[in-house]
């Protein structure tokens, strides 16, 4: 590393309890928020790959089919544990370790998905969830930026809720990457619109993580590996159909100003999708009436990437995307992270930079969208 580099990871990750957020929600509301839970966990069961290769595999050979850890793992379900999950004094100490300044932190829940059940209190355990991500920030903001999540069925009430977190000094956002998974339009539609306008207001970014994604329910079903190794990537690469309805669908156009961060999707096949995306326009003749640019353009203005340990991200960033649209993350503490070794993982990925792509990548970018 050189001499007083800062490194930011743009993507860490927290482990909140059901029991935390109620701690923050008026006891006349806990009822509705277990159904919630329970009614999410329930239709959640069979969407788990790791699930759909057992009955593959129970029927392939007519036995009971063995869970591993390691299925488990490569879905999230097995975080490489650590205190620094749940705990911010440990988060703070590992990052000491790592030489890692400062972290833009993500929830393990996806509260998006169950809060919206409630039939009762849907708001205030919007409101309880967010107070336990801010207690965790609270021991030092200016490296633990958490990304509070926005449900997005009331748009009032996201709104609202987007208000609270900028009132608060809350730095980040954290989105649902695909709406038509919650059965709702996606966000090309208009009835985002005040929603980003507010968003545009504070200045924050949006952050939409990859992770489960139930449109591959059927491929997870199908993949006959055991750890999921067909579906893993898809979820990755699926973040296409994001890509293309925030700006093929003219949400730049209208909100110029909107900053989006899509969270570990990847780097290297996103630059074939805005050569092709682009070519799309110029070449093929394809129409898109909601953008009067190609969609490279407002990829470069508006959307940001991150990636952990890719070999090629700084060619990739130098050659397609930008050096000032790629970030640098840890990952902790799940099993792919970096930690506590980020620094020699740096080294080699960043033999040939130049003091300006280092600073970028591994700090100045992270610093520019989250304002630290």
Not at 32 to 46: G, W
Not at 80 to 95: I, N, S, V, W, Y
Not at 102 to 114: D, K, N, P
Not at 292 to 313: C, G, K, M, Q, V
Request: with cysteine.
């Amino acid at each position: 590393m050189q001499a007083n580099e800062r490194l930011i990871s743009s993507d860490d990750h927290v482990d909140v309890s059901h029991d935390q957020v109620k701690s923050h929600l008026a006891s006349k509301y806990h009822a509705n928020y277990n159904r919630a839970v329970a009614q999410f966990q329930s239709s959640m069961k069979q969407m788990r790959s790791g699930q759909a290769n057992q009955r593959w595999r129970e029927q392939q050979t007519g036995k009971p089919a063995e869970r591993t850890e390691s299925s488990a793992a490569s879905l999230g379900n097995a975080q490489f544990e650590r205190p620094g999950h749940t705990d911010p004094h440990a988060r703070l100490k590992d990052m000491d370790i790592d030489g890692v300044d400062a972290s833009s932190t993500y929830c393990e829940v996806s509260a998006f998905r169950y809060l919206y059940l409630l039939e009762e209190g849907a708001p205030e355990a919007t409101r309880a969830f967010n107070t336990s991500l801010s207690e965790f920030a609270s021991v030092d903001p200016q490296r633990l930026v958490v990304s509070y999540q926005i449900p997005i069925h009331d748009i009032d009430a996201a709104v609202s809720e987007v208000q609270w977190v900028a009132a608060q000094g809350g730095k980040s956002l954290q989105l649902p990457v695909f709406p038509a998974e919650l059965g709702l339009p996606d966000y090309w539609d208009s009835r985002y619109d005040p929603l980003w306008a507010a968003i545009t207001e504070t200045g924050l970014p949006i952050c939409c993580h990859i992770g489960l994604n139930t449109s591959l329910e059927g491929l997870a079903g199908r993949d006959p590996t055991p750890q999921g190794g067909i579906y893993v990537p898809m979820v990755g690469l699926s973040t296409g159909e994001a890509l293309g309805m925030f700006i093929m669908g003219g949400v730049f156009e209208r909100f110029p100003e909107l900053k989006v961060v899509f969270v570990e999707p990847g780097l290297g096949w996103v630059t074939w999708w805005l050569y092709i995306a682009d070519d799309m326009k110029k070449r093929q003749g394809y129409e898109f009436p909601a953008i009067s640019e190609l969609p490279s353009d407002y990829f470069h203005r508006n959307i940001y990437l991150t990636f952990i340990d890719e070999p090629d991200a700084l060619e990739n960033a130098r050659k397609n995307l930008g050096i000032e649209n790629v970030m640098w993350s840890s990952d902790y503490p799940h099993p792919v992270t970096s930690w506590p070794n980020s620094k020699k993982l740096i080294e080699e990925m960043f033999a040939d930079a130049t003091p300006r792509e280092r600073e970028l990548v591994l700090s100045g970018n992270a610093a520019r969208v989250w304002n630290m």
